[in-house]
């Protein structure tokens, strides 16, 4: 049965490529995005270059912390809430500000207008950012949520509300701590996007700390999967569920694979270990597998060749760009 799915972010990473999804197979989309400032409109706007081609995608630039979103909630079947301030780094100092409008007051302003119809599920993309330093690995979603960042403090802040909003109001809401997902159109802040860029233009690149810290990576396509999941599995309202690749790697082993990738040796500069980032992660997928069937399918060297080979597309389409223009 088809349905019209309200996806908040949708030009963003995650939020394309859901989106896509959705309409190819026969859903409509109600699509918002603010375009702010954490990376070029152009590359937001190529990121939904195919769904603008689909008569059921419907787009509307919107900030959802400030703008009407009852009449949008009301016209939609599901809410699909992915917009949100990202980064660990940068969510330090004066840009804090954002993070707050950003994770907390826009998903408490989309909670606000599903609270009438509260049965209208909402999918809210939260992140493993919430474990901080975690004791246990790989984590439960009963570990003691320990933040090591100030991303990481308000998604855990966003997540509960969507607890409380159940608890209280009956909204049902289901929270995916997402494990650093991965992929073609990655945002280029990510790790593997600037790796991938340095690999192939032939120049250095950054690693903060030792790279042997490891993150449980998670390709795109197996996380789009599980949120689709979450909107529709009877028992999960209210629910929090860790989305994770299914085994954890180390940033050198990542290199070593760029490196044949980009059949080339990486020229790898090592720097301090940035605040807020962890050293290890790795989510227990357990309750996910049981309540939402989800499981990834994606293996961590095919998902990264999937992104290198997007990466190497996307540079050869602005140099030809560049060309004609000069």
Known sequence: MSMRA?????AGFIGSHLTESLLDDGHAVLGLDCFNDNYARDIKLANLSRARDHDAFTFLPLDISRGDLQPLVDECDVVFHLAAEP??????G??????????????????????PTPSK?????SSSSVYG????????????PRPYSPYGVTKLAAEQLCRLYWGNHGVETVSLRFFSVYGPRQRPDMAF????????????????????QTRDFTYVGDVVRAVRAAANAPGAAGGVYNVGGGCRVSVNDALRLLAALADRPLDAHYLETEKGDVRD??????????????????RFEDGLAAEFEWMRGTARARSGRFAVAA
């Open 121 to 125: 599920r909402v999918v809210y993309a």
């Open 193 to 212: 996007n600037a790796f991938c860029r340095s690999a192939l233009a032939c120049k250095p690149l950054v690693v903060f700390g030792d790279g042997e």
């Open 6 to 10: 309200l996806v908040t972010g949708c």
């Open 87 to 92: 980064g660990v780094r940068s969510s330090w």
């Open 133 to 144: 330093d975690a004791e246990t690995l790989p984590t439960p979603e009963d570990a003691l």
């Open 281 to 298: 992660t790795g989510a227990d997928t357990t309750l996910a597998r049981k309540d939402l069937g989800f499981a990834p399918q994606t």
């Open 94 to 115: 004066e840009r804090f500000e954002s993070y707050l409008r950003n994770n907390e007051l826009a998903t408490q302003r989309v909670l606000e207008a599903v609270r």
